[in-house]
């Protein structure tokens, strides 16, 4: 944890270093893949030490299959061989550790890279194998067109901004960030009009820095406070079974579910600073004319904290590994997409059984979810009391379907699972 927190924050500082020295008009593309690739396989080095080169590892073998493998084929090569390889690195360390994982492991960056090469795969196949029309607007907007050399693609996955704690971006937004082309690329793509500007503004992400990184400090406080006071562990211990009424756990439940969120927010939120700092992550100007580095976001806290469906809470936590389950599998799947999707995001995390009964829970909650929406909900849009009301219960029972739904996949393991369900 302390490597983790130690390399982040250096991160940071090179990150700032990186925009300013090495910015695109003060070194050529070249430098700056060379440059963020070697920081960042140094970072993994000294955070997980020998076991580092199962990034590597895996990195090459799906650098091997992208230049070898037909085009109608790579995306499942390289999603079998990574996936394939994720699993087989799960399945030791639960052996190795018998549940008692760090909270920081090699799997973290094992799972971000496995993200990205599966997302670049997808789309080198939209590109190059697929005809325009066949593709949505989205596929269409992200396909790559050529196939990376092998400084861009170990750029791509090994670059110091995300190599630690993610997020996963799409290679032609990485690619357009290192040939200084992204801010310009995200404010032509929402029709910036050049009003009283010889040129297109070049916003900075300072005060996008500034911000996340005081979400990350109280995220922290919180974390040192809250999380160590309320395990959730104690939700099923014997003596609290006992002696507490069914309403009373209930609201505990919900308070131990809140204590383990910090831990994440200042994770994410840290890592989303990084690259800010570095200058990637613009993602636009809005109507008022404020510019957003939100491109990167991995959540948004206000949103989560007052979701009035179970859709708007997992729309808002972790998006972007949200965003790559929707483009390498809800969209491409050929039957039951939510079904998969929920699968494929279990399967992701790991082989802890509490991952699976939380996903597989979801899924149900899920369709009940949208099934109450669209048969009760115009019922309740008449009068703006009844409106309050509708989104004061909704928000209830999606926070406890969202504790009642997580809670297994903090825990873990089967037998502490079925003590809380009982």
């Known amino acids: 944890q302390i490597n983790f927190v130690a390399c982040q924050l250096f991160a940071l500082l090179a990150a700032f270093w990186f925009r300013i020295y090495l910015g695109p008009t003060h070194a050529s593309s070249a430098v700056r893949h060379a440059f963020a690739t070697l920081f960042g396989i140094y970072f993994a080095v000294f955070c997980f030490g020998w076991y580092s080169i199962h990034l590597f590892v895996l990195v090459m073998m799906n650098y091997g299959i992208m230049n070898m493998a037909s085009i109608p084929n790579i995306h499942r090569y390289s999603f079998v061989v990574a996936m394939g390889y994720l699993t087989l690195c799960h399945i030791s360390r639960i052996y190795i550790f018998h549940y008692g994982i760090l909270t920081t492991d090699f799997s973290g960056p094992l799972m971000i890279i496995t993200q990205k090469i599966t997302t670049l795969a997808c789309q080198l196949h939209d590109g190059i194998g697929r005809q325009a029309e066949e593709l949505t607007a989205e596929q269409n907007r992200l396909a790559v067109k050529t196939k990376p050399s092998l400084l861009e693609y170990l750029s791509y996955l090994l670059n110091f901004m995300s190599i630690i704690a993610g997020p996963c971006s799409n290679y032609k937004d990485y690619v357009a960030f290192i040939e200084g082309r992204h801010v310009h690329m995200k404010l032509l793509e929402v029709n910036w009009k050049q009003k009283g500007y010889d040129r297109l503004p070049d916003p900075s992400p300072t005060g996008a820095v500034m911000y996340k990184l005081c979400i990350t400090l109280v995220s922290l406080i919180l974390f040192l406070t809250l999380t160590r006071n309320f395990p959730m562990a104690y939700i099923i211990d014997n003596e609290f079974l006992d002696k507490t009424p069914f309403l009373s756990r209930l609201g505990y439940l919900y308070v131990v579910t809140q204590a383990a969120k910090p831990k994440y927010y200042f994770a994410w939120t840290l890592a989303d600073a990084v690259n800010n700092a570095a200058g990637y992550g613009f993602s636009g100007v809005d109507e008022r004319g404020t510019f957003h580095w939100d491109l990167l976001s991995n959540l948004n806290i206000w949103n989560i904290e007052t979701a009035t469906s179970f859709k708007m809470y997992i729309e808002n936590w972790n998006i972007q590994t949200a965003a790559w389950l929707k483009r390498v599998c809800y969209d491409r799947a050929p039957w039951y997409p939510t079904a998969l999707t929920f699968v494929l995001s279990a399967l992701w995390h790991g082989i802890y059984p509490g991952y699976y009964f939380t996903f597989l829970t979801g899924i149900l909650i899920t369709l009940a979810a949208r099934a109450i929406r669209n048969n009760c909900r115009h019922y309740f849009l008449s ?40």
């Open 383 to 422: 009068s703006v009391p009844l409106k309050t009301a509708y989104d004061v219960l909704t928000w209830a029972v999606t926070q406890l379907a969202v504790c009642y739904t997580v809670a297994p996949f903090v825990m873990l393991a089967v037998e502490p699972t079925i003590k809380f369900y009982k």
